[in-house]
């Protein structure tokens, strides 16, 4: 599969990370600090992966993989409820 292929320059984040790293910038802005890890494939591709987004006075943590098979949309969580939102374009 090409979104594998590292000479490709592919991986999980820059098939699908992305959404949910442009929804957190573009509802939030520019974070103050991000701390990520992510898993990789033998291969050295990225199969999933996790960032804390930092903001003054909240925090916004992100997930994405390509390990398993998932319909888990985005969810904004705070003190007074949450809201679930079921795909970001």
């Given amino acids: ?13 820059t098939d ?5 790293v442009y929804a957190a910038v ?4 520019m974070p103050q600090s991000v701390k990520a890890s ?6 050295g591709a990225d199969k999933s992966g996790s960032a804390i987004f930092e903001y003054d006075g909240f925090t916004a943590a992100l997930s994405y993989s390509k390990a398993g098979q998932s319909a888990i949309g ?10 679930k939102i079921g795909s970001v374009s």
Avoid: H, K, P, R
Wanted: aromatic share 14%.
């Fill in 1 to 13: 599969m090409n979104i594998f292929d590292m000479s490709l320059g592919a991986g999980t984040l």
């Fill in 74 to 83: 985005s969810e904004i969580i705070g003190d007074g409820g949450a809201v």
């Fill in 38 to 43: 992510a898993a990789f494939f033998d291969n």
């Fill in 26 to 29: 573009d509802m939030f802005g």
């Fill in 16 to 20: 699908l990370g992305v959404y949910c």
